[in-house]
């Protein structure tokens, strides 16, 4: 109940819809999208719960959290974001879980306060640059069959048009595109998207993401990395896009698994986490 009250309070101070679950030492999940929100990681990562606490929430604008004044997103507000949260719910040092552009924010959090943070788990991972999210769109554009692209193009005019919210058509297009088994989109929770959102932060992205001179900053941080086999940015190319520039990141191929690892494969990636954040006896 103390806990509610707390969590209820800081949504009417600050805007943010945060969830916990249980105790023990916490670990902070970083939602896609960018846009999505933190429903994403839910069921799937439930069992971590028997050992640790988990934190999640919508970042702004996303979700159950309230939008900006002015509507305004950016890489550094969501950086300050999780600055805000991890003060004010009194935790000393972080164990940050980012997944597809939670994997950038948690990046972008760690070189600005690396002292702040304790381990690091990135699944569907981007990379240290812009590139990779520009990478990312070229890779999924070469997987599009022509009929589904024909759809996208009819989509995004009725969108441009003013047309009714189209967000959940466009996800059936390319839902199973970030899967290796379409079976796994059964256990996919229904999630919101903001669009708002996905195109600021989008744009920040590809023009001012790059931490190429700033990853010495995070140089004593454990990283873990597990990327599916057939993401659409595949291992092989999260060692160029990442692992060449922070070399003591550990790469973890999850097999016959595409983007939503969490979604495709839940046991493996809670095993590596549970591994990973384990404290030391």
């Not at 069921?43 to 959290?65: A, M, N, T, W």
């Not at 003013?162 to 967000?167: L, M, N, P, V």
Request: net charge negative.
């Amino acid at each position: 109940m103390e806990q509610e009250i707390k969590l209820n309070k800081l949504k009417s101070e600050s805007g943010l819809h945060v969830h916990i679950i249980s105790d023990g030492e916490a670990i902070v999940f970083l939602h896609g999208g960018p846009g999505s929100e933190h429903r994403f990681f839910l069921p799937h990562v439930l069992p971590l719960s028997q050992k640790f606490k988990l934190i999640f929430y919508d970042q702004r604008g996303c979700g159950e959290s309230y939008p900006t004044e002015n509507n305004q997103y950016t890489m550094e507000g969501e950086v300050d974001t999780l600055e805000y949260l991890r003060k004010n719910l009194g935790i000393k040092k972080v164990n940050l879980f980012g997944e597809s552009w939670g994997s950038i924010l948690a990046l972008l959090y760690a070189t600005s306060y690396p002292e702040r943070v304790n381990k690091i788990m990135l699944t569907a991972a981007i990379g240290i640059t812009g590139e990779g999210f520009t990478i990312f769109a070229e890779e999924l554009e070469k997987r599009l069959a022509d009929e589904d692209k024909i759809k996208l193009l009819n989509l995004e005019e009725k969108y441009i048009n003013g047309s009714s919210t189209i967000e959940e058509k466009i996800f059936e297009v390319l839902d199973k595109y970030y899967v290796y088994s379409e079976k796994a989109l059964e256990r996919k929770q229904k999630t919101t998207m903001n669009t708002i959102v996905n195109e600021a932060i989008g744009k920040d992205i590809i023009k001012n993401y790059d931490l190429t001179n700033k990853v010495d900053k995070i140089k004593n941080i454990p990283i873990l990395i597990a990327q599916g086999s057939h993401d659409i940015l595949t291992p092989d190319l999260i060692k160029s896009l990442l692992l060449e520039h922070i070399p003591h990141a550990k790469l973890t191929e999850v097999k016959e698994c595409g983007h939503w690892t969490l979604v495709e494969k839940p046991s493996e990636i809670i095993e590596i986490a549970r591994n990973f954040f384990e404290p030391p006896c």
